[in-house]
C-alpha cells in the first residue's frame, strides 16, 4: 500500500520523548494514517477524538460556503466533543 512506511516520516512528541508522557495530540497522526489506510476502528482506538475533529473540519469548510440552519450550535457541540474525547483520551493514556 501507498503509506507502508509512513512511521519514518511521522513528528515524533516531543513531551512523551523528554518527560515519558502522553500529550493531548499523541495518537492523532498515526490515527490519521490509519483513515488513510481504511482502518476505522483502529483509527479511534488511536486517538478518539479524530472523528468529531474530521466533522468540525468538513463541517466549517461546508459552512464557509453554505449558510446552515443552526450552524453556530453545531459548531459548539462539536469543539466541546472534541475537546472532551482529546482530554478523556490524555487521562486514559497517562493515568
Not at 499523541?26 to 482506538?45: D, S, V, W
Not at 449558510?67 to 453556530?72: A, H, P, S, T
Amino acid at each position: 500500500m501507498f503509506l507502508e512506511g509512513i512511521d519514518d516520516y511521522m513528528l515524533p512528541c516531543v513531551t512523551k520523548k523528554y518527560l515519558g508522557l502522553d500529550c493531548l495530540g499523541c495518537g492523532a497522526q498515526r490515527a490519521t494514517a490509519f483513515l488513510f489506510q481504511g482502518e476505522f476502528i483502529t483509527a479511534f482506538k488511536m486517538y478518539p477524538a479524530i472523528y468529531p475533529m474530521l466533522l468540525l473540519g468538513l463541517f466549517l469548510i461546508f459552512s464557509f460556503f453554505i449558510k446552515i440552519k443552526n450552524g453556530e450550535t453545531i459548531k459548539i457541540i462539536l469543539v466541546v466533543l472534541s475537546i472532551l474525547l482529546v482530554v478523556v483520551n490524555y487521562i486514559y493514556k497517562n493515568f
